[in-house]
């Protein structure tokens, strides 16, 4: 994996950050148009279930974003849902998703396409 771009490295921290401040399976960050970031961890709940990355989504919505830059999940496991790559396609096509391990080592990139 080459190494990233300082700024998609930052969406790396950020996730991982999320997801060990509640012990979550997984954590994500996006950064939107503007630059400004959106870090989130997985939602577990009897009547709500939400990825990391859709709910960092959701939030950059709810903020106003129009568009997104780059977004990162921070998991054990080896690949991104694709729940989690339709909510990014439906804001922005095309955008890079880092996958990195829960040390933060950046596995692959994937294009939400």
């Not at 990825?51 to 129009?66: E, S």
């Amino acid at each position: 994996m080459p190494d990233l771009d300082p700024e998609d490295s930052k969406l790396i921290t950020l996730a991982r950050a999320a997801r060990a401040r509640i012990e979550a399976l997984e954590g994500a960050a996006v950064r939107d148009g503007d630059g400004r970031t959106y870090a989130a961890a997985n939602v577990s709940l009897p009547s709500l279930s939400l990825t990391a990355l859709q709910l960092a989504v959701a939030q950059a919505v709810a903020a106003g974003a129009r568009k997104l830059e780059a977004a990162a999940v921070v998991t054990e496991g080896s690949t991104v849902d694709e729940a989690s790559l339709a909510v990014v396609r439906d804001l922005t096509p095309g955008i890079p998703v880092h996958l990195a391990t829960p040390n933060g080592t950046p596995v692959k990139t994937v294009t939400a396409r």
